[in-house]
């Protein structure tokens, strides 16, 4: 399971056969300092994370 910050895109994974994957997502949301990126910086993760895989 994936939860995704709509602000800065972080990701944030958790596995569902533990029967918890919503709490520790949300966990790590909570936890997580938001930086927001604006829509250049964006573009450029994109493009490197499309070109990493």
Do not use: W
């Amino acid at each position: 399971m994936l939860g995704i910050c709509e602000y800065c895109n972080a990701q944030f994974s958790g596995d569902p056969n533990t029967g918890n994957a919503q709490s520790a997502i949300q966990e790590q949301f909570n936890a997580h300092k938001c930086k927001r990126l604006d829509a250049s910086q964006n573009a450029v993760r994109v493009v490197r994370e499309a070109t990493d895989e």
